[in-house]
Each structure stands twice: as C-alpha cells, then as structure tokens.
C-alpha cells in the first residue's frame, strides 16, 4: 500500500491509500492516527470515497509529533568523502551518530523550498530512505526491530553546511524551514522485501549526483531501531531518516551548493521520486 497525505479541493489535509490515478479516502483525522491503529482496525478505516489523483495535492506523508530522528555519516564512502573534505582523519563511531531535525522543516512533495541567502549561502542536499514507526516501543531487540516498521519513504536532508559547522550540534544547521522534504508516499513494509538492497540516488537539475544501494549502510535497520529504543520510545509516526551516501555537494571539488532555481530528485528503488524545487532570496 502507498499512503498518502493529501489536500482536497476545500483545502483539508486528508490521510488516503493511492490507488491508480485515484485517491482512497482514509477514515480518521490523519495518517500518524491511522498508523497508530492496531492492523485489524485499519482495514476498518479505510473508505468507500475515492477522489481523483489530479484534483488533489500531496502533503507531508506522515508528521510525526515530534523532531525527525536522523543518523550521521552511516554510508562508508560518504564518512570519507566528509572526512576528506575537512582534512580530517576517518574515525568511524562504534554506535551510530543520532541527531535530529525540527518539525518545522518538514516540507511536501512537490513543494517549492523557500531558503534564505541570508541565513546561509551554503544549502547542500543528502538523499536518505527514512523509516516510519508503526508501533509504540521501547527496547527493541535487533531481532524484533523490523516488526515495528510501518513502512518507508524518501527523504532529502537538506543542510546548511557553514551552520552545521558553526555550531558544536548539527541541529541548527538541519533544522531550518523547509529543509526536510519528505514523501511522495509511505510504501508499507510488506511491499519492501529487503529495504538494504535498493537503489538510491539523487539528481540535480537531472544529473545524477549520488547513486548507491541501502546495502551500503554502516549500521542498518535493526541496529538502528534497537540502538535509538534502548531506554527510549518510540511513538507510530515516528521517522528515522538513515542516512545519505556520497556524492553530496560540500564534499566535490569544487563545492557545490543549492542554487536558485535548482530541482532536486531524490529516487529510491520501490518506494518514488521525491522532487522539489529550490528557492533561495
Ligand atoms: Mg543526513
């Protein structure tokens, strides 16, 4: 199933299954309340309207009720190529380098993203499949970890790289306003069979800038849940975004950042395109 968030033609943010070219009208007041169901009861909620596709507008998938959970430099060839362009030494962690990212910056598929020269000229883009949580837990063992994903969609990182550096935490510099695209869809966990063997990559402008596999993963999945869970729960609707191989723009030589006017693709195998379009005044 692909579910969507979506807004009808009287401007209501509605939850929905794609079906085709038409929309499946979910019966509860957003996507996180329908992932929070027990399965029997989401069958119970899904409707008999059914809206076509082009009179709608995607939303955010999913808004989980709070920050964006994230991991730090999870791709092997994206930790040297940061290393390098830092002339610092690779040190990889032993555990994996949690940070997160405001709900504020959440942004639509689709969406043109409003950035602001002068809060920083260096906007930067990382491709990343991000998991959502289906059940509330806590402590998750690595064996268990997969039963507690809902699904997976795409997520584009979008950072402010001179922001990321100026401050101790990167979380200012992850934060800003529209800097989380995410979406188009949430594909549920039974469509994905192995979520470490899909393509990823990003283009920009239509020329391909980071393409890998989720195979190349330093901490995958199940380690990733049962490290964030340890001690600590998580809610359905949450998001952990897993990370972005090479091929960033701060790390080429030279650099390249967002400009005005770029659109940005991030493309994952079996779960879409995320597009979205840069603004920066
Ligand atoms: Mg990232």
Known sequence: MR????????????????????????????????????????????GSEIIALRDVRLDVPVRPQRNIFCVGRNYLEHA???????????????????????PTALAAPDATLHLQARVSPQYDFEAELAVVIGTRCKDVTETQAMDVVFGYTCLNDVTARDLQRAHLQWFKGKSLDDTCPLGPWIVTADEVRDPHALTIGFRLNGEQKQHSSTGSMIFRIPRLIAELSKGMTLEPGDVIATGTPEGVGFARTPPEFLADGDMMEVEIERIGTLRNKVEIR
């Not at 499946?24 to 009861?41: E, K």
């Not at 830092?86 to 997160?100: A, E, I, Q, R």
Request: no cysteine; charged share 25%; proline share 7%.
């Open 80 to 102: 040297k190529e940061g290393s390098k362009a830092l002339g610092l030494d690779l040190k990889l962690p032993d555990v994996p380098t949690f940070f997160t990212k405001a």
């Open 3 to 46: 579910l969507v968030s979506f807004i009808d033609a009287q401007g209501r943010v509605r939850p929905g299954i794609l079906e085709g070219e038409t929309v499946r009208v979910i019966n509860a007041p957003d996507v996180r309340s329908y992932i929070a169901l027990s399965p029997d009861r989401r069958g119970a909620a899904l």
